[in-house]
């Protein structure tokens, strides 16, 4: 995928929702000279969505055209998803989008009560390559916010409409955006009491799904690596439970090693050159460190308890991990190479699945307390804790890359129920359903795909 700035023209504004600053690009090129204005206000989890329009891209031919309206439905519906803007119904526009370098008549935007306005163009080239172009149009202001194009190929064409919802949602927010992004979960299938357990991906709005394993045998807790290349897992395909690492690229699976008893809960490092996992001996579970380039093997907790559940801070210094080692299910910090860990839950009730947010300032967890589960998030050293959202089984956070959203899986009562993905803004707001074929369970968030 490669973008590139419509002009090489810079300026900057203020960051709307973080307070960060962006470059304008393109704006000076159309003579525009305004201070840029758009802001996407939240307070307290309400959050006054930002009307935008966002009519179907241009094309020079009826092939381009269609992949412009498909690239703008994608881009209406990111944008939608996220709960900070609101997409105004393409049946109200008044002005029809003609010409992608002429500035839009603002009066007819502003009609029809749009803050900002998206315009794109498609084009199919040879060699099997698509390219889309845009602008952001601050409607008030009258100027150019941003103007990039973005290259790939026909068969990645989705990933237009996502990489241009990226832009426009770090224009407008001061945030990385997280739409060009993949999910990699189980597909659970059949029966409550039978279900087939599928290793599957898709992209974060739920298309382009695969599926990585027959069924034939039972996977769990698949994770990304941060280069978002690798997927490991947890598998029963020998009987004994068993770490796997696997390569999208290729389709190859490799083992991660020959141990006696049970490994489990497996996730990468940072930089993607180790693997934290929990090993069974006897009666407990520990948790150890592989390096995977020279498969050295170092153990990282001692004891009797079972301490599992590991998750590494982003500058890979510290881990946080679950343990019943003072009695019951809590939540520790402990370096990354091990020693004293020092616990950091202390509300009422068990805590589990915790997974350090990428921006580093929260903890996400599961909690659970008089037979519910609920979503939450708290500091490094305990402090702050909030609950998000709350039902009859939650489990399984996984961050977002830009640590804005969370992702987890919701189970139903009853002999059909089962589980499902859903969604929730860090600030408790905008639960949504993340649509699957089947039930689904386990999610992880890929990075930005690059």
């Given at each position: 995928m490669?973008d590139d700035?419509?002009s090489?023209n810079?300026?900057?504004?203020g960051?709307?929702?973080?307070?960060?600053g962006?470059?304008?690009?393109?704006?000076a090129a159309?003579g525009?000279?305004?201070?840029?204005?758009?802001?996407?206000?939240?307070?307290?989890?309400r959050?006054?969505?930002?009307?935008?329009?966002?009519p179907?891209?241009?094309?020079?031919d009826a092939?381009a055209q269609?992949?412009?309206?498909a690239v703008?439905d994608?881009i209406?519906?990111?944008?939608q998803r996220s709960?900070l803007?609101r997409?105004?119904?393409p049946?109200a526009?008044?002005?029809?989008i003609?010409?992608?370098?002429?500035?839009?008549?603002?009066?007819?935007?502003r009609v029809?009560?749009?803050?900002?306005l998206?315009?794109?163009?498609?084009?199919?080239l040879?060699?099997?390559?698509?390219?889309?172009a845009?602008?952001?149009?601050?409607?008030?202001?009258?100027q150019?916010?941003?103007g990039?194009?973005?290259?790939?190929?026909?068969?990645?064409?989705?990933r237009?409409?996502?990489?241009?919802?990226?832009a426009?949602y770090k224009?407008?927010?001061g945030?990385e955006g997280?739409?060009?992004?993949?999910i990699?979960?189980?597909?659970?299938?059949?029966?409550k009491?039978q279900?087939?357990?599928?290793?599957?991906?898709?992209?974060?709005?739920?298309?382009?799904l695969?599926?990585?394993?027959?069924?034939?045998s039972?996977?769990?807790?698949?994770r990304?690596?941060p280069?978002a290349?690798?997927?490991?897992?947890l598998?029963?395909?020998?009987?004994t439970p068993?770490?796997?690492i696997?390569d999208l690229?290729?389709?190859?699976r490799?083992?991660?090693?020959e141990?006696?008893?049970?490994?489990?809960?497996?996730?990468?490092?940072?930089?993607?050159?180790?693997l934290v996992?929990s090993?069974?001996?006897?009666?407990?579970?520990?948790l150890?460190?592989?390096d995977?380039?020279?498969?050295?093997?170092?153990r990282?907790?001692?004891?009797?308890?079972?301490?599992?559940?590991?998750?590494?801070?982003?500058?890979?210094?510290?881990?946080v991990?679950?343990?019943?080692?003072?009695?019951?299910q809590?939540?520790?910090v402990?370096p990354?190479?091990?020693?004293?860990?020092?616990r950091i839950?202390?509300?009422?009730?068990?805590?589990?699945?915790?997974?350090?947010s990428?921006r580093?300032?929260?903890i996400?967890f599961?909690k659970?307390?008089k037979?519910?589960f609920s979503?939450?998030?708290?500091?490094?050293d305990?402090s702050?804790?909030?609950?998000?959202?709350?039902?009859?089984?939650n489990?399984?956070?996984?961050?977002?890359?830009?640590?804005?959203?969370l992702?987890?899986?919701r189970?139903?009562r009853?002999?059909?129920?089962?589980a499902?993905l859903?969604t929730?803004?860090?600030?408790?707001?905008n639960?949504?359903?993340v649509p699957?074929?089947n039930?689904?369970?386990?999610?992880?968030w890929?990075?930005?795909?690059?």
């Amino acid at each position: 995928m490669r973008d590139d700035d419509i002009s090489c023209n810079r300026r900057q504004f203020g960051g709307l929702l973080m307070g960060a600053g962006v470059c304008l690009l393109g704006a000076a090129a159309l003579g525009t000279s305004a201070h840029a204005a758009l802001e996407v206000q939240i307070t307290r989890g309400r959050v006054r969505a930002m009307p935008v329009a966002v009519p179907d891209f241009i094309g020079a031919d009826a092939d381009a055209q269609q992949l412009g309206r498909a690239v703008a439905d994608i881009i209406r519906a990111d944008l939608q998803r996220s709960g900070l803007f609101r997409i105004i119904d393409p049946a109200a526009y008044i002005e029809r989008i003609a010409a992608f370098d002429q500035p839009p008549n603002f009066g007819s935007w502003r009609v029809i009560k749009a803050q900002a306005l998206i315009v794109g163009q498609v084009a199919v080239l040879p060699g099997g390559q698509v390219q889309a172009a845009f602008r952001l149009w601050d409607i008030f202001a009258q100027q150019q916010i941003l103007g990039l194009r973005f290259t790939t190929s026909r068969h990645e064409w989705r990933r237009l409409g996502h990489k241009v919802a990226d832009a426009v949602y770090k224009a407008v927010t001061g945030d990385e955006g997280y739409f060009d992004t993949r999910i990699v979960f189980i597909d659970e299938s059949g029966p409550k009491k039978q279900r087939v357990k599928r290793l599957a991906i898709m992209d974060q709005d739920g298309a382009n799904l695969r599926y990585l394993s027959d069924g034939r045998s039972l996977v769990l807790t698949p994770r990304f690596s941060p280069a978002a290349q690798r997927i490991t897992y947890l598998s029963y395909a020998t009987g004994t439970p068993r770490i796997y690492i696997f390569d999208l690229a290729s389709g190859q699976r490799q083992l991660l090693g020959e141990f006696p008893n049970m490994s489990f809960a497996p996730r990468f490092s940072p930089d993607g050159g180790r693997l934290v996992f929990s090993l069974l001996e006897g009666g407990a579970t520990n948790l150890f460190v592989m390096d995977l380039a020279s498969r050295q093997i170092a153990r990282l907790t001692q004891g009797d308890a079972i301490s599992t559940a590991p998750s590494y801070s982003p500058d890979g210094r510290f881990i946080v991990f679950e343990s019943d080692r003072e009695g019951s299910q809590q939540l520790y910090v402990m370096p990354a190479g091990g020693g004293a860990a020092r616990r950091i839950s202390f509300g009422r009730g068990r805590y589990s699945t915790p997974v350090w947010s990428p921006r580093g300032d929260v903890i996400a967890f599961t909690k659970m307390r008089k037979g519910r589960f609920s979503i939450g998030v708290m500091r490094p050293d305990g402090s702050g804790e909030r609950i998000l959202t709350e039902g009859y089984h939650n489990e399984g956070p996984t961050w977002a890359p830009n640590g804005r959203v969370l992702m987890f899986f919701r189970s139903s009562r009853g002999p059909n129920g089962g589980a499902k993905l859903y969604t929730v803004d860090l600030t408790g707001y905008n639960e949504r359903l993340v649509p699957t074929p089947n039930f689904a369970s386990d999610p992880a968030w890929s990075p930005l795909l690059k």
